[in-house]
């Protein structure tokens, strides 16, 4: 009896064993997947740069004044759905409501009309 109990858990092991390896497989495809769509997107992200770099293209907000790059920094974490103003600072905004605090962080005065078009 006891040699079944031991032909019945090496069964079990390689078994295991066999869905292991197929999830392995599967990851290691996925992964490949992903490599190739980044490296495609850098790529997209290279050409799109040069492209805006060919027209011209800089941030500014609407006064034709360049963001520096710590107001371009707060501008991502704001687009991205967090507060940037001293009195809410890195929590969510609620349904991505906008801020006239992180406006005026971020464009001085009230912010009204002053946000740039962002690139989507």
């Known amino acids: 009896m006891a040699e ?7 069964e079990t092991l390689t078994s295991q064993l066999n869905d292991i ?4 497989s599967l990851l290691k495809e ?4 992903s490599l190739e769509e980044k490296e ?11 492209h805006l770099e060919k027209i011209g293209y800089e941030d ?18 704001y687009r991205k759905g ?5 009195q809410f600072y890195g929590t969510h905004r ?3 409501e906008e801020c006239i605090f992180c406006m005026n962080v971020l464009y001085g005065s009230n912010g009204k009309g002053k946000r ?5």
């Open 4 to 10: 079944k109990d031991l032909y019945d858990e090496f």
């Open 21 to 24: 390896s197929k999830k392995v």
């Open 30 to 33: 996925e992964l490949s997947r």
């Open 40 to 50: 495609e997107l850098k790529m997209e992200n290279h050409n799109l740069r040069k």
């Open 60 to 77: 500014k907000d609407f006064k034709g004044n360049t963001l520096s790059d710590s107001r371009l920094n707060l501008e991502n974490l």
């Open 82 to 86: 967090f507060h940037v103003c001293q």
């Open 94 to 96: 609620k349904n991505k």
């Open 116 to 120: 740039k078009k962002a690139i989507r």
